[in-house]
């Protein structure tokens, strides 16, 4: 099962839960018979149903799509982003206020003279419909009622639904563009040129559905494109992504260097922009913003740092720009913070992150578990500044990646629900 959790990347005791998850399904009988536990099922059988487990699991993965084959490490997610929120939102706060002057005059969601048209959409005789301001039928789908189409767009205590219209129709209610930051090359050049710098990898459609996992060496094909908002950046692109994990493109004398090379601590520290000095992190941010004429916004770097973690909010508060809907935080100490009189940095961490990467936890064994402050992490972070009423420059920190150092782990503690005579067994942070 080590073998099958590492090329998933996914925790042994997660594999083991989908294996028993295999064996329910595949093969109920041999299931039944051992009154539904992995141990009393006879030996040769559970060899035969491992190993058909690791092959449909573990098939040669990493060649679906289009482009190129690439390989190397996601350091960082980077954003989520719904391409259809601004025209969507518009639509169903017009709706609410007047039906009829937003079928007959549509809206305007950008600085621009362009109209999205909008139509009403309802279930009919066997098919879902969409009529304009004059109740023509403009646009019928056969399907179920309860088959809601991806372009119906439900308007709060409303008994019927909108659409945006296009050229060609209704579009797409929701278009979900995920934004990763990896740090590799070509199969091809990966072993004899290195890493390229860090580039952004755009996932959309089913690839943005994909949560790829960080820290580990990654294969995936996508296609070479450049940046929306700057066009000299280079960028990845893929529509549909399905990763490989592992070291199994590399030749066996050349794997002792690169498991080496690729432990997050190493990687991180070599192939991005590091911030060893956390009284440093102003400076970095200074030396390396850059202004986009194309948005006129100034952009703050994506870099990685290191520090010891002084606290911790687990629970976090409701934020809708906050990937996952709530926003932790942790802070970071060091020495160089302390000697400048500074006591921590203070860094964002999404719902997103702790939720799905483990942001607060670590690997104890092959289980995730908590860890506390005073345990060392690398992060890779997006920078930006604001102004505080004082008029003062502050710096903001949003983490895209958190990675605790294995061997400076110190483990988080619960006390027992139903026992507080420990009271050392509370979390310190």
């Not at 259809?84 to 639509?91: E, F, V």
């Not at 809206?107 to 999205?116: G, H, K, L, Q």
Request: proline letters at 4%; aromatic letters at 10%.
């Amino acid at each position: 099962m080590k073998e099958i959790a590492e090329r998933l990347g996914k925790a042994v005791e997660e594999v083991e839960k989908d294996f028993e998850e295999f064996v329910k399904k595949q093969y109920p009988e041999s299931w039944e018979d051992a009154k539904g536990k992995l141990s009393k099922i006879d030996s040769d059988d559970l060899d035969f149903f491992r190993e058909a487990f690791r092959v449909n699991r573990v098939r040669r993965r990493g060649g679906s799509g289009k482009g190129d084959d690439y390989v190397g490490m996601i350091v960082g997610h980077v954003s989520l982003r719904d391409l259809m929120s601004k025209q969507r939102d518009l639509a169903i706060e017009q709706a609410e206020i007047d039906l009829n002057n937003v079928l007959r005059h549509g809206i305007r969601p950008y600085n621009n003279d362009n109209t999205v048209s909008i139509g009403r959409a309802h279930y009919a005789e066997g098919s879902w419909k969409v009529s304009n301001a004059n109740d023509q039928v403009i646009h019928t789908e056969q399907g179920e009622e309860s088959d809601i189409p991806v372009w119906a767009i439900a308007v709060p205590n409303k008994s019927y639904y909108i659409a945006l219209l296009g050229a060609n129709g209704p579009k797409r209610a929701t278009s979900l563009k995920r934004e990763w930051l990896f740090i590799g090359n070509t199969a091809e050049k990966f072993l004899t040129e290195g890493p390229l710098p860090p580039m952004r990898l755009e996932c959309s459609f089913d690839a943005a559905d994909v949560h790829l996992q960080m820290n580990k060496p990654i294969s995936f094909k996508a296609e070479a494109g450049e940046s929306y908002f700057n066009p000299n950046e280079a960028i990845l692109k893929a529509n549909n992504i399905d990763p490989s994990y592992g070291l199994g493109w590399i030749p066996d004398k050349q794997k002792s260097t690169a498991e080496s090379m690729f432990a997050p601590d190493q990687y991180l520290s070599q192939f991005m922009g590091f911030v060893p000095d956390l009284s440093r992190v102003m400076d970095y941010y200074e030396d390396n913003k850059e202004y986009s004429e194309k948005t006129g916004r100034t952009y703050g770097p994506l870099f990685c740092l290191r520090g010891v973690v002084d606290y911790i909010d687990h629970e976090g508060e409701a934020n809708r720009y906050s990937d996952g809907g709530y926003r932790h935080s942790l802070t970071l100490s060091s020495a160089a913070l302390r000697r400048d009189g500074e006591n921590n940095l203070w860094v964002n961490v999404s719902r997103y992150l702790v939720n799905d990467h483990h942001a607060f936890q670590g690997l104890k064994v092959d289980s995730w578990c908590d860890y506390t402050a005073g345990t060392q992490v690398f992060l890779t972070v997006r920078s930006s500044t604001w102004e505080s009423d004082m008029g003062e420059t502050r710096l903001n920190l949003d983490a895209l990646n958190v990675w605790p150092v294995p061997k400076r782990i110190l483990w988080g503690q619960d006390a027992a629900d139903d026992d507080l005579s420990g009271l050392d067994g509370f979390r310190s942070d």
